[in-house]
């Protein structure tokens, strides 16, 4: 079973930012597509990206669009989402899934393996 970690959330200002680790261990992520999803306080989870098993293909939720990115790097088996321009309303808990395909999409059903989240909290 693909295990994830999550890191890097805290307490942040509005308009800063930050990066968040999906560190992987017990499968390549050469075979998984990973997104990452956020649950903010009192909501639904929801959708933020996704990157491809290969890392060449992102998709963004429209409110993140130009501000965040998502990235793999292969040799440390582990996933980013660098949150730039950070609102108040991205206060929340970011998780990462991942789903053993080329591709992954936004329903959060169709992914297998989930990390524990890390607390983002964009607060003055």
Known sequence: ?????????????PGGSLRLSCAASGFTLDDYAIG?????????RGWVSCISSSGGITYYADSMKGRFTISKD?????????MNSLKPKGT????????EAEYGDLLEKHYDDWGQGTQVTVSS
């Open 36 to 44: 990452w999803f956020r649950q903010a306080p009192g909501k639904e």
């Open 74 to 82: 292969r040799a440390k088996n582990t996933v980013y989402l660098q």
């Open 92 to 99: 929340g808990v970011y998780s990462c899934a991942g789903i």
């Open 1 to 13: 079973q693909l295990q994830l970690v999550e890191s890097g959330g805290e307490l942040v200002q």
